[in-house]
């Protein structure tokens, strides 16, 4: 611990789109108080950092086994490449301090403890008090999901569940929102003062995306006027990584003793930062809409049930009303014709906030043992 009685914290990558985040909403908090930080980087150490708590230091070196010993928690937002080079080594160095991981490169290690901790406090007390020195954030689409329903989740109640997920440019990094927004520009320069002709502005588009000078090297399609039904690598059986992740990690932040099957399709679509999922969930029991309403509502105060009529939901349930919030909304709720027990639902939120940063700052107060901060935050 350091001289003045705070706990020494490393932040890495805190330059790039969830480290700023982070930063932020740390910021906001009055987080950086509980804390003594050090800011690290993989590209310049040595020069400048941050201006924290009217201070600024040195940056250290991120790749200094020994400098980042000193550290009693990291941070880590730098992504999975870091991660892999540096995370084994430092253990092996002997290094036992707390680390947090926004890379989904130990999310299903044994040794590490996803965190969404409004959905899987029990969960993470558990492998605290177990000893766990990883703690990892989850992937964004699923924590969006789980901040929906997972009041649901927890109590039991669902049997199964598929999803139809529409996931915003940010999730493939700050790169494809700049990209995406260039592609905007490019249509938007190319049809401005032209004579348009609505029955033959697809054609005219598909022309445009052609060209050579069409932005596209970083999403490596069209994203503008499109959508693209594929996220990550292939696995297996046709399924995607992205898609994948719903059930390995949602049964493992749970902790489910009997693993809940989650399937379905993840697309990109051409909206910059929040995460959708339409969800059809197959429940164990029947239940009224007023009792899973209730049982939804219990799980956390950030989650808004929209009431399931035209004008609430055009308004409320879009990624336009959630952007920059920690608010989770959920709409659509009713009874298919599939049958009583089967439910439709819409989930929307922020993947910058709940799907990637706030996972993480609120478990780096648990582990500075301050819960009743995150208590008070709830009440808000």
């Known amino acids: 611990m350091a001289k003045n009685g705070l706990r020494k914290v490393g932040f890495v990558g805190w330059r790039g789109m969830v480290g700023r985040v982070l930063l932020t909403r740390m910021e906001e908090e009055k987080d950086f108080a509980l804390i003594e930080p050090h800011f690290f980087s993989t590209s310049a150490p040595g020069s400048k950092g941050p201006v924290v708590k009217n201070n600024q230091t040195n940056l250290k070196d991120a790749f200094s086994l020994a400098e980042l010993k000193e550290m009693e928690m990291i941070v880590a937002t730098q992504g999975g490449d870091y991660t892999k080079k540096i995370f084994s080594a430092l253990r092996s160095s002997g290094w036992d301090g707390y680390w947090i991981d926004a890379a989904s490169t130990l999310r299903l290690h044994e040794d590490a403890c996803i965190v969404l ?21 989850g992937n964004c689409t699923v924590s969006v999901m789980l ?76 994203l503008v006027n499109s959508l693209l039904p594929w996220i ?26 009997s693993p809940v099957p989650i399937d379905g399709t993840c697309v990109r679509v051409p909206t910059l930062r929040c995460h959708s999922k ?40 879009t990624p336009s009303a959630v952007s920059r919030t920690l608010n989770i909304h959920l709409g659509r709720l009713r009874k298919t014709n599939l049958g009583e027990e089967y439910l439709n639902a819409f989930v929307v939120g922020d993947q910058l906030l709940w799907g990637a940063a706030e996972p993480l700052r609120r478990a780096l107060l648990i582990l500075l043992g301050e819960s009743e901060r995150l208590i008070h935050e709830r009440k808000e």
């Open 117 to 137: 901790d409004p959905i899987n406090r029990k969960v993470i007390d558990e492998e605290v008090k177990n000893g766990c020195r990883n703690f990892i954030g």
């Open 147 to 222: 901040m929906g329903i997972g009041g649901l989740m927890n109590e039991g109640l669902v049997e199964w569940v598929s999803f139809m997920s529409y996931q915003a440019a940010s999730g493939a990094g700050a790169k494809a929102m700049e990209e995406l927004i260039q592609q905007m520009n490019y249509l938007a320069n190319h049809f401005q003062g032209v004579n348009f002709d609505s029955l033959n502005a697809d054609q005219e588009m598909e022309e445009l995306f052609g060209r050579n000078d069409f932005p596209q090297k970083t999403i490596g399609q069209p």
């Open 278 to 317: 339409g969800l059809t969930i197959k429940l164990k029991e029947k239940l009224s809409l007023e009792e899973i309403e209730s049982l939804l509502l219990s799980s956390h105060p950030w989650l808004k049930i929209i009431p399931n009529n035209r004008k609430a939901t055009l308004e409320n349930l």
């Open 232 to 257: 990550d690598t292939e696995v297996q059986k046709g399924q995607s990584r992205e898609e994948s992740k719903s059930f390995s990690e949602a049964n493992k932040i749970l902790n489910l003793a």
